[in-house]
């Protein structure tokens, strides 16, 4: 195969523990797959990169496209090792980013601490001051700006926000100020409020834009580093980075906008699974991706993955831009059982981690872990652990669980590790609700798409759990994220605060930002026209009821909608998702948003297994026997080869069907048959 007759297109994740590739080679009609998982390299993630690409026989002079999914921007703000921040805003609201909403960092009683991204003596006042409508107030003092950014410089500050409280109104201020902080700041590492999030509410856009300049220099650097690692190996061609929106951009533009990289990584994750159900005739799904620490969950309805603008990274750090709308709960792999005070069965918050992890992993755990439970009750074969430092033996795993569980409760060691299962689904069934039943969607009415390490592992028990009916297993659950990279579409959001009564509204305006939302966001989608097959505009609304805090968000069928078409698609969606009607009350018009999505060039999922290596039957595929935990007894269950199991085979519970990156668990009384395209569908 030549270069001329091949294109090569490479989706690198990279994650905490490990960094997944996939590499697709597409020849005439034909396309096969390769795959590599290595360690990530904390110090260099770039170097991980490079390592994936040549662990899966490649290298970086072959390829034609990289899509690249990261968790640098989300890592350091977790962690807090962002770059040093200053920011300079309106005379008198210096503390805006750290007085908040009415919310504590514990729900009950007055405890806890929170510390800003910018610590206060770094938040500069300035005198101007504009109105809600836009007018002026109080001129902007330009001599203001120029010695407050100077003072800045000299703190040692590497980036700086410029935030004025109504520029999403009129940003002339914040323009004016952004010219003269420009002119003296060392770097492009510059923040204007207003551009990032053109909206209402100056607290969550004063968060939005400090997270953006916190993670802009080391997003920057990172991207920068990448693309020199990978020019130095001849890689000459494009690399698009994933967004938190599920949607990718240009690396040479990332960093502009870097807080929208946020989330990234559990976005492609819904992103592959959008498309795996595209390929199966399927339209409606609950995404669950259960890995070492915590596990997201998502929603997609009408093919489509639900976006949400009100993400909260962390306590008082919200993020107002249009991302998938994950939610996270602390039950994962590594999540630690124990017994409280109470003398009441706990499973997390806290976590065992990669370090020093499960104590099947042989790195010194000795608490009892999810993972543990999984490999006392035979869910696990503890000789196909990866990243085991240690053996382990089972016995010695079985005392602790006696030791602080089972003796403390009355139970046996079997039952111990199951209610240890059961209460952790209990906690990601929590999250199910949270992203369907909270917005109005019955669970069963959706198939529950499961991946990551372990979340094959429980989703046909958690489906048990919530009455959903078909479980679905991807054909590389273990990989799903770096499967999201590769079908990730190019994507751009743009939001605009009109905040007026709905019959206030001038249509003629709404019909001016609308257009214009979609020429800016094309502008910048059209830079890889080389990947996009078709654009698709989309437009909305975030809408209310007078007097009400929480928004809905509306699709709109174009730019140039009426004003009674905006009525009755926010009564029908409140009605949907309340069950209520509220005829004598007003709407409000609050933000019209735009999305602009490069669909690009699809390949056929059939071919992340090889079809050689399938059996002609699925008897052939069972590759041994042993015993494993359910419903309160022991059962003798088969264990399959997930790469030998043929299309059209079925496999009758209790099973389990083992692969490189995850193995499923056949619950007794549930079938699983593998469909065209080498998904495992389970009947619950």
Known sequence: MTRQTVRRVAGIDVGGTFTDLLLTETEGGRVTVRLAKVPTSAANQALGVVQAIEAA??????????????????????????????????????????????????????????????????????????????????????????RETKALIEAGCEAIVVHFLHAYANPAHEKRAGEIVRSLWPNPYVTLGHELLSEFREYE??????????????????????????????????????????????????????????????????????????????TNAITYDMGGTSTDVALIHGGVPEVSAELTIAYGLPIHLPMVDVRTVGAGGGSIASVNKAGMLQVGPHSAGSEPGPIGFGRGGTKPTITDANLVLGRLDPERLTA???KVSMEAIRQAFARDIADPLGMSVEE????????????????????????????????????????????????????????????RPGLTNALGCL???LRQDRVNTVNKPLDQVDMAEVHRLMAAQGQSALETVEKEKAEIEEIVVMHGADMQFRGQTHLIRVPLASADV?????????????????????????????????????RRKSFPLSALIDGAARA?????????????????????????SRDRLPIGGSVS???????????????????????????????V
């Open 653 to 683: 519970g209790p099973a389990a069907i083992q692969q490189i990156d995850a193995t499923t668990i056949i619950e007794p009384g549930t079938v699983a048959t593998v469909d065209a395209i080498g998904n495992l569908r389970v009947k």
């Open 205 to 282: 856009r004063g968060t939005t834009a400090s997270v953006n300049a916190a993670v802009q220099p080391i997003l920057d650097r990172y991207v920068q580093r990448l693309q020199a690692d990978l020019s130095a190996k001849g890689f000459a061609h494009d690399l698009l980075v994933m967004n938190g929106n599920g949607g990718t951009v240009p690396a040479s533009v990332v960093a502009l906008e870097a807080a929208k990289t946020v989330m990234s990584g559990p976005a492609s994750g819904v992103m592959a699974a959008a498309a795996t159900l595209a390929q199966s005739g399927l």
């Open 388 to 390: 085991v430092n240690a």
């Open 616 to 640: 002609a039957t699925a008897e052939e595929a069972v590759i041994g026997t042993r015993q494993l935990y359910a419903d309160g007894a022991w059962h003798e269950a088969k264990v399959y």
């Open 416 to 475: 111990a590790a199951a209610a240890v299962i059961r209460l952790g689904n209990v906690h990601m069934s929590g999250a199910v609700r949270m992203v369907s039943l909270s917005k109005g969607y019955d669970p069963r009415d959706f198939v529950l798409f499961a991946f990551g390490g372990a979340g094959p592992l429980h989703a046909v028990a958690l489906a048990r759990e919530l009455g959903i009916p078909e479980v679905l297993v991807p054909a």
């Open 487 to 489: 079908v990730a579409d």
């Open 57 to 146: 026989g490649a290298s970086p002079a072959d390829l034609d496209l990289i899509i690249h999914g990261t968790t640098a921007t989300t890592n350091a703000v977790l962690e807090r090792k962002v770059a040093k921040v200053g920011l300079i805003t309106t005379d008198g609201f210096r503390d805006i980013l750290e007085l908040g909403r009415r919310t504590r960092p514990a729900a009950y009683g007055m405890i806890g601490t929170f510390d800003p991204l910018i610590p206060r003596e770094l938040r500069r006042e300035v005198p101007e001051r504009l109105n809600a409508h836009g007018e002026v107030v109080i001129p902007l003092d330009e001599a203001a700006v120029a």
């Open 562 to 598: 009426s004003r009674e078409a905006i009525q009755a698609a926010f009564e029908a969606a409140y009605f949907k998702r309340f069950q209520v009607r509220l005829p004598e009350i007003r709407a409000v018009l609050v933000n019209l948003v735009t999305s602009v999505i490069g």
